[in-house]
């Protein structure tokens, strides 16, 4: 293995978050979620089902992703969905802290998704922040990042 003494070109630090699954709600812009709710899914046999009106019981929004977050810093959020979503896309996110039941809401631009060879699965993406709904939701990932001692180990 070659260590490579680099500079941090971050201009934050991030913060991994603990190993169990951290919920994230990945939702595009309005043009790439009317294209996302287009895709047709097929049963064991082929069957095109119909699930209009769908429920999962998570509180998806219409057109939104589930995924997980691997790392987070104040400006931006390493995240993993089962469908590939365009770098330059805008999205709004919702993050489920570990023991919270509200999410933190942020607003951002997918700036990085890694290759399909490089990364067999769920695609891993990056996301810059651009503005969070409100002061409460900066405050509140703020809070979560300097308690990292208690839930999101360093």
């Known amino acids: 293995m070659v260590t490579v003494d680099a500079p941090n070109r971050r201009s934050d630090d991030r913060l991994r978050f603990s190993p169990a699954y951290t919920r994230v709600v ?51 959020m390493r995240f993993e969905l ?22 933190i809401w942020m607003n951002g631009v997918v700036v990085r998704v890694f290759a399909h060879d490089d990364d067999p699965g769920p695609r891993r993406m990056a996301v810059q922040f651009t503005t969070f709904p409100s002061a409460d939701d900066r405050e509140r990932l703020v809070r979560r990042m300097d308690a990292r001692a208690c839930c999101w180990p360093q």
């Not at 049963?43 to 790392?71: C, R, V």
């Not at 089962?82 to 999410?103: F, M, R, W």
């Open 82 to 103: 089962d469908d590939e979503l365009a770098a330059g896309t805008e999205v709004s996110i919702a993050l489920y802290p570990p023991a919270e039941t509200n999410p």
């Open 26 to 76: 990945v939702v595009p812009s309005a043009d790439s979620a009317a294209a996302s709710r287009s895709r047709t899914f097929v049963d064991i046999d082929g069957a095109e089902l119909d699930l209009t009106g769908f429920d999962d019981g998570l509180g998806t929004p219409d057109g939104g992703f589930e995924g997980h977050g691997y790392d987070i810093s104040p400006t931006g």
